[in-house]
Nanobody
Framework: QVQLVESGGGLVQAGGSLRLSCTAS????????MGWFRQAPGKEREFVAG????????YYADSVKGRFTISRDNAKNTVYLQMNSLKPEDTANYYC??????????????????WGRGTQVTVST
């Protein structure tokens, strides 16, 4: 049982930056792989970034590679998404997700077991 709470969303101008945080409840955070997904109105939920339980491995969607950075602080039960050079196309509700199973497919939403409620990111022109 894991509860995830995202924060840090907001309204920014194109080219600006935001840092999202996702804090997990419980004591087993360090064993979970974590991911960020986003969903815009009328679109499917899409993968943004993923990170292994240790933080050693990270994965990014091509659309955000070079602009976004995922990281985690297991001592704080928190995963972050640093978003730089934001574009209007980045506008979406951003969700944090945790995977605690044996087979992690970082870019597949169905692979994750727990989801936060999301935080809205809006990038204006």
């Amino acid at each position: 049982q894991v509860q995830l709470v995202e924060s840090g969303g907001g309204l920014v101008q194109a080219g600006g930056s935001l840092r999202l945080s996702c804090t997990a409840s419980g004591r087993t955070f360090s064993s979970y792989k974590m991911g960020w997904f986003r969903q815009a109105p009328g679109k499917e939920r899409e993968f943004v970034a993923g990170i292994s339980s240790s933080g050693e491995a990270t994965y990014y969607a091509d659309s955000v590679k070079g602009r976004f950075t995922i990281s985690r602080d297991n001592a704080k039960n928190t995963v972050y998404l640093q978003m730089n050079s934001l574009k209007p196309e980045d506008t979406a509700n951003y969700y944090c997700a945790a995977e605690g199973g044996w087979n992690w497919m970082y870019g597949v939403a169905a692979s994750y077991d727990y989801w936060g409620r999301g935080t809205q990111v809006t990038v204006s022109t």
